[in-house]
């Protein structure tokens, strides 16, 4: 099989080390360049391959044919622009060009939802990993019509620390995340939030999102719980989620709520739904589960490349 050209920046990252897995073990996929910033000239091991990551300025954009940024947001764009003008396409891992984000933003890479609009593109916001859980549960009511006019969507999510990066950082020690669970970013104000608005608006909601996140005490994972307000009751809830997926390989739709276990070092969303018993007004509970640095971010880059390039969506990806 031909192997496309890739290139990795922010390679030594949490999620630029699950690129770099990914791509080592891709039958379509070779590696041209890793870079890191502080990490450069530091050797590491994905599969059989050992490689040296290399300084952003000593890598040579044109090597590759595709680019996968994994560089913080606000780094990022100015790589990104550099990668394109060198003629790579490019799969942008941080926020710099989601929709909320950036008064120009670039296609929206929530591949199951957005698959038309990203077959020619040259540059793709890949989502966030809370925006991946709670869209992906949201998608098949919004496209009805089912979210009440005028709502609160509210989302409490809890993720593992590596959605945090891996700089360090003394609220994530061992001995400050262990054994507790807390909120953070109450009232409202996660950077995550103008992109998931922006997308419920985007396909057709008329609501606003009440995000409240949680750090969970392990490494990786997000499990999210949306409360939606319906404009009408729905008989099988399930019913609709299984027939707007069926047949998507990456969106399992199960009866009982999914759990860490079930999504972890996978490139799944998991989710349940649930009608609310004991409310006046009818009320729909949705439960998703990703891996932050899979779904939520590596794997589905790695999706949204297969697209762009025209081969399997599936290839080289944990199921
Ligand atoms: N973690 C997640 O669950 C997740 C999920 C979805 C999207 N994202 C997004 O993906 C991006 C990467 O996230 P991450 O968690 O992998 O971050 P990370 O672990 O902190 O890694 C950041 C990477 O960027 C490099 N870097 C930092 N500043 C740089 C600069 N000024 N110039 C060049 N390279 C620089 C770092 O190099 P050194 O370490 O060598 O200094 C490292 O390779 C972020 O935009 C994040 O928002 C993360």
């Not at 890739?6 to 690129?19: D, F, H, N, P």
């Not at 606003?208 to 392990?218: E, G």
Request: proline share 6%; hydrophobic share 50%.
């Amino acid at each position: 099989m031909h192997k496309v050209a890739v290139g990795i920046l922010g390679a030594s990252g949490y999620t630029g080390r699950e690129l770099c897995g990914l791509v080592a073990r891709h039958p379509g996929m070779e590696l041209a360049f890793a870079a890191a910033n502080g990490q450069r000239g530091q050797r590491a091991r994905f599969g059989a391959s050992e490689i040296t990551f290399l300084a952003p300025d000593d890598v040579k954009l044109d090597d590759a044919q595709m680019v996968f940024s994994a560089l913080p947001h606000g780094a990022s764009a100015g790589w990104v622009d550099a990668a394109r003008q060198a003629g790579a396409r490019v799969i942008d891992l941080s926020s710099d060009f989601r929709p909320g984000n950036s008064p120009t933003a670039a296609p929206y890479g929530l591949t199951e939802i957005m698959r038309d609009t990203l077959a020619g593109a040259e540059l793709v916001a890949n989502p966030g990993c809370y925006p991946t859980a709670v869209l992906i549960g949201l998608a098949p009511l919004l496209a009805r019509g089912l979210v009440r006019a005028g709502a609160t969507i509210n989302v409490n999510a809890a993720s593992g620390v590596t959605g945090a990066g891996f700089a360090p950082k003394q609220e994530l020690m061992f001995a400050e995340v262990a054994e507790d669970f807390r909120a953070y970013a109450p009232g409202n104000v996660h950077r995550h939030l103008a992109e998931m608005n922006a997308l419920v608006r985007e396909l057709g909601g008329d609501a606003d999102v009440l995000f409240t996140p949680y750090l969970l005490p392990v490494a990786r994972g997000i499990l999210a719980t949306i409360t939606v307000p319906l404009a009408t009751g729905l008989a099988h809830p399930a019913a609709l989620w299984r027939g707007f997926y069926a047949g998507e390989p990456f969106v399992e739709v199960v009866d009982s709520p999914p759990s860490l276990r079930d999504v972890v070092h996978r490139n799944v969303v998991r989710l349940s739904v649930h009608a609310a018993a004991n409310v006046r007004q009818p009320t729909l509970v949705i439960v998703a589960a990703i891996d932050n640095l899979l779904k939520g971010a590596a794997g589905q880059a790695v999706q949204n490349a297969n697209l762009l390039l025209g081969l399997d969506e599936r290839l080289g990806l944990p199921a």
